[in-house]
């Protein structure tokens, strides 16, 4: 499982193995407890949620470790294997990763109160991935009323590790008006470096991606944009 949600301006980024997962009513996550971390969910968006074979993603209210969250946005699905990653690493083009569906993007001010809210499933983009070079590329359009925040770029990824991290170019529509000040992301990587997206391939052969997304508005730079995408791959 992985989730991003922030408090009294403490961002949560969460990245758990091994938890035990127990669902509501409306098939929404409703606890998730590992040796870490402790996440109820107090109040679950059954309109923001998606399932499949593969991976289930959704936004809710809850808390993490006792500590109220007004937007917590969470993927969670089996990480490919290394086995997986050596035959995708066995084939000779990129592979394109498409959207299938996306959490509606959530600005929070920097007591982690909801400030401003997009619809779900608007979010569209691409991941390009080539298993045998290791690197990929990306490209998110996320609308929040106006504007329009695109996040773009290119890393590397890791030889035997379904997780990869990256900074991302930020810019908007409108003259880049949302970013004039600049627009820089808020999460990390594994090494605790700044990064834009987080990401991790998940299905057994890499079925599908789950990236989140956290950066600063630059209209106000304790505001946050975030929220979570799945991809599938063609």
Do not use: W
């Not at 995708?88 to 920097?110: C, G, K």
């Not at 810019?171 to 008006?177: K, P, S």
């Amino acid at each position: 499982m992985t989730a991003v949600g922030k408090e009294s301006g403490t961002l949560y980024q969460l990245a758990e193995v091994g938890g035990t997962v127990e669902t509501n009513a409306n098939h929404n996550l409703s606890t998730y407890t590992s040796t870490n971390t402790d996440i109820k969910i107090v109040s679950a968006n059954s309109n923001d949620y998606f399932s499949d074979a593969f991976v289930t993603m959704g936004r809710a209210k809850g808390k993490v470790n006792d500590h109220n969250v007004d937007t917590l946005t969470y993927i969670i699905g089996s990480a490919t294997n290394t086995a997986g990653l050596l035959q995708l690493a066995n084939l000779n083009n990129s592979v394109q990763y498409n959207m299938l569906a996306s959490t509606a993007p959530v600005i929070s001010n920097e007591e982690g109160r909801t400030i401003a809210v997009g619809s779900p499933n608007s979010v569209n983009g691409s991941l390009s991935v080539n298993f045998a070079g290791y690197t990929y590329s990306f490209n998110l359009n996320i609308p929040i009323g106006l504007l329009v925040y695109n996040l773009s770029g290119n890393d590397s990824l890791t030889a035997g590790s379904a997780d990869f991290a990256s900074k991302a170019k930020v810019t908007t529509n409108l003259g880049n008006l949302g970013c004039l000040s600049g627009c820089h992301g808020v999460l990390t990587d594994a090494n605790g470096n700044p990064a834009t997206i987080v990401g991790r391939f998940i299905g057994n052969q890499g079925e599908r991606a789950g990236i989140q997304y956290g950066t600063t508005t630059g209209i106000v730079n304790h505001n946050t944009l975030t929220g979570s995408v799945v991809l599938g791959k063609q």
